[in-house]
């Protein structure tokens, strides 16, 4: 595919071994790249003149459970240019998990970011505002990290008959 | 006590209050006043909260809040299989239902290699249309009605009513649909529906117009939406906003031509678009891509082939009653597939369609069993929300109103 070598040449050139893979199962172009190097990734991608990905869909993380490396953030990144959506991945060997954040690079990361951080509980380092964006402030745990029952965990929201 | 003494006891109260001195403002200019809007606010569409930092009536800084409404999809479809959550979609934009069915299902036949017969396809592109006019009227309805234009909300609805009692025909419920499978549809379309979804087409245009009179030559509504809340072309790009606000800013962006999924490859139609961005060319927008789902509306019910609608694949499709009755294949693939899912294989996928309000995208990751692994859903609201705080600075507190309507949240969606 075409523009999948594109791409990977233009990241491979300039980062040489930060690209660890890249896949594409069922034609969605992902590049596996480590996690340190992500903004200059970021920057790069969104600045080149041939690939200009200048805009941020989507961040969220998977939670493994049991691997070693738990956490993997994932970015859905869109260029007008070539009418293309990239998914970038990073696994996080940080622990407790944390990443820079790519706030910098694309501005609509910053809600992104502060839902993956709700739900993972993913540490995006430099951001400018890390709140929770739906649980209220205070609450312990992060709901889609995979050791977090579906019910919930009983008295960790207080509910209106029991504030006293 | 007579009333006449009570007058003049009540006058002494005022008088004494009006005495007291106590308080003392030395420049009242110079006060800020942070106020809280929401999130029982009926402005606010739905339960969003927003806190206002206001310098007289200009507000000064504003914090959208977020969360009021959220059920946790993304857990729940972590621990369901894929087929027991599309009922759940309905409930992400509650007002464009049929539009989320059909995402939903289209990504996870993406990631499972499924292809729906291409009736069952047309047939989704015709609810999908429905559903998009349905959401557009009711999003021009309220916004009119927010900046005070109460007529119109009562015209849109009465639209909006006919394609509920269409999908009642079509999936059996109003307003809930759940109406697509994975792999087709629920059911055909019969000609009774497909007469009424014309008899519907050909009511609409003149209603339509009728509605742009009635806005158009009311100079207050034009004097409270022209110029406010602009979001320029770079920012609405870089803060991610999508769908019709997008467009309204001068991107001419559509997934249904950018990466046309279903058969909007083989039809015609326009992407409008506007150039000033503000909550006008919002409003304008919407009317637009409401006269063009129209023409693909029409096309589509020319264009309709005879067939199948679900795909005849009863290892991975549920196959349909009459067949798992009769015969033995059938039935052990129905109680495979219901009792441990349709096992995609391992992977993930992204795949975005055009919803109402914007991209709705589902990312989907398999790990090769019944349920999905993660499911993470891109809810265009929640996108077009980030830019509240940029478009409301400096505004006047009347126009947060007309911004939030303009930029139209469904709060079922970006709360999840």
Not at chain 2, 5 to 17: A, P, S, V
Not at chain 2, 26 to 42: S, Y
Request: hydrophobic content about 40%; some cysteine.
């Amino acid at each position: 595919m075409n523009l999948k070598e594109l791409i990977t040449d233009k990241v491979i050139e300039k980062f040489g071994t930060a690209l660890e893979e890249v896949s594409d199962f069922r034609d969605d172009i992902c590049l596996t790249v480590s996690s340190d190097q992500i903004v200059a990734i970021g920057k790069f991608l969104k600045d080149d003149s041939d690939l200009q990905f200048i805009t941020c869909k989507d961040i969220t993380a998977i939670d493994w459970g049991t691997r070693k490396k738990r956490f993997t953030a994932v970015y859905h990144i869109y260029s007008f240019k070539l009418n293309c959506t990239l998914r970038i991945k990073a696994n996080i060997d940080a622990d407790p998990p944390a990443i820079e954040t790519v706030t910098s690079v694309w501005r609509s990361a910053d809600w992104y970011e502060r839902e993956t951080f709700d739900m993972y509980g993913i540490k995006f380092t430099n951001h400018p505002d890390l709140r929770r964006m739906y649980m209220p402030e205070g609450f312990e745990h992060h709901p889609l990290r995979k050791d977090f029952p579906v019910i919930g965990i009983p008295g960790s929201l207080p509910l209106p008959h029991q504030a006293e | 006590m007579n009333r006449i003494d009570q007058i003049y006891n009540e006058e002494k109260i005022y008088k004494r209050l009006l005495e007291d001195r106590n308080l003392t403002i030395e420049d009242e200019l110079e006060n800020e006043m942070v106020i809280n809007m929401g999130p029982q606010h009926p402005a606010t569409h739905g339960v969003l909260r927003l806190v206002l930092r206001l310098d007289g009536e200009t507000v000064m800084g504003i914090v959208p809040e977020l969360g009021y409404l959220h059920r946790g999809y993304e857990k729940m479809a972590e621990n369901m299989s894929y087929i027991e959550f599309i009922p759940h979609t309905d409930r992400l934009d509650y007002t464009g239902t049929m539009c989320n069915n059909v995402g939903y299902v289209l990504a996870v036949e993406k990631l499972a290699g499924i292809e729906a017969p291409k009736r069952a396809q047309y047939i989704r592109m015709i609810v999908a249309e429905l559903s998009r006019i349905a959401a557009h009227l009711v999003a021009i309805g309220t916004f009119a009605m927010d900046v005070g234009a109460v007529t119109m909300v009562m015209w849109t609805f009465r639209e909006r009513e006919k394609i509920n009692s269409i999908f009642d025909r079509i999936a059996g419920a109003r307003f809930t649909t759940s109406y697509t499978r994975i792999g087709g549809v629920a059911s055909d379309l019969d000609d009774q529906a497909i007469a009424e979804i014309e008899q519907f087409l050909v009511e609409l245009e003149p209603a339509l117009s009728e509605m742009d009179k009635l806005m158009l030559s009311n100079r207050i509504f034009i004097g409270r939406l022209e110029g406010i809340g602009i979001l320029p072309k770079e920012d609405a790009i870089a803060l991610g906003v999508t769908g019709p606000n997008l467009r309204a800013s001068g991107v001419e962006y559509d997934i249904r031509r950018a990466k046309p999924y279903l058969f909007y490859n083989e039809i015609d139609f326009r992407i409008p678009t506007f150039t000033q961005g503000d909550c006008l060319a919002r409003y304008f927008q919407r009317g637009d891509e409401v006269k063009e789902s129209v023409k693909i509306l029409r096309q589509c019910l020319d264009k309709m082939p005879i067939g199948e609608v679900i795909a005849n694949n009863p290892k991975r499709v549920l196959s349909h009653k009459t067949e798992i009755y009769s015969k033995m294949e059938e039935l052990i693939h129905d109680f495979m597939i219901i009792n441990f899912g349709i096992n995609p294989p391992v992977g993930d996928t992204y795949l975005s369609v055009e919803n109402p309000k914007g991209e709705l995208g589902f990312y989907i990751v398999s790990n090769g069993t019944g349920q999905p692994w993660k499911l993470k859903i891109h809810s265009p609201s929640f996108c077009n929300l980030q830019a509240v705080s940029q478009l409301c600075k400096g505004a006047m507190v009347s126009d947060v109103v007309a911004i939030i309507g303009s930029l139209d949240p469904v709060m079922g969606e970006a709360d999840k």
